[in-house]
């Protein structure tokens, strides 16, 4: 139990083209999402929490209308890098906290490569 | 395929104490290794990572260690204080593109 999936699992776009990152819960509700992102080399940076039903909250220093994400289901939260540029690719990750588990526990996806020619 | 486990689960311990968690896991050929911090209801927060070519990396109060022939990683927390409760993780994968494998964490409560 407790799967997280992600779609697409690597995507390649040309700048300036906005890009769509899905993040489901398989077999669980989440009404909280959470999006990573990690550079080569680099530690998991914490982007932004995403709320079902309400707006998302972003870490400091990452742009809201860059990186516009929407929690329309307890299953289902999506990333889009809008008007993509070389500097945004990179490695991003979701994470899922199950409501019918007690404790903190995430649930992390397989991750997305997204590489922006 | 990758298992990682902590021990403790869950650590109580009086303000002022020298505290180390430990980390391990089955697979050593692993790309690089991170200590996260988790809030109640919050993200993680990366406080170390160790490429696969390091021994350890600090921070503050923070040092981790990394022995990849033994499958075992440290986090030492010097002189804890309250505000050091929370849950740490540890997470490796095993190439840059691998999937990440986390443990299921350990509970630290450190009372004034």
């Known amino acids: 139990g407790a799967v997280v999936s992600q779609h697409p699992s690597r995507v390649i776009c040309k700048s300036g083209t906005s890009v769509k990152i899905e993040c489901r819960s398989l077999?669980?509700?989440?009404?909280?999402m959470f999006w990573y992102r990690q550079f080569p080399k680099k530690s998991l940076m914490l982007m932004a929490t995403?709320?079902?039903?309400?707006?998302?909250?972003?870490e400091q220093g990452v742009e809201k209308d860059k990186f516009l994400i929407n929690h329309a289901s307890l299953t289902l939260s999506t990333l889009t890098v809008t008007s993509a540029h070389p500097e945004d690719s990179s490695f991003y990750i979701c994470s899922a906290r199950d409501i019918g588990r007690e404790g903190n526990e995430q649930f992390f996806g397989p991750g997305t490569r997204l590489t922006v020619l | 395929k990758q298992e990682v486990t902590q021990i403790p689960a869950a650590l109580s311990v009086p303000e002022g104490e020298n505290l180390v968690l430990n980390c391990s896991f089955t697979d050593s050929a692993i790309y690089n290794l991170q200590w996260f911090r988790q809030d109640p209801g919050k993200g993680l927060t990366s406080l170390l990572l160790i490429q696969s070519s390091q021994r350890e990396q600090t921070s503050g109060r923070l040092n981790a260690s990394l022995d990849k022939s033994s499958g075992r990683s440290t986090l030492y927390i010097a002189a804890s204080q309250p505000g050091d409760s929370a849950t740490y993780l540890c997470e490796n994968r095993g190439s840059t593109l691998g999937r990440l494998y986390f443990g299921r964490g350990t509970q630290l409560t450190v009372w004034p």
């Open positions: 077999d669980f509700q989440a009404t909280t």
């Open positions: 995403s709320n079902e039903g309400s707006k998302a909250t972003y």
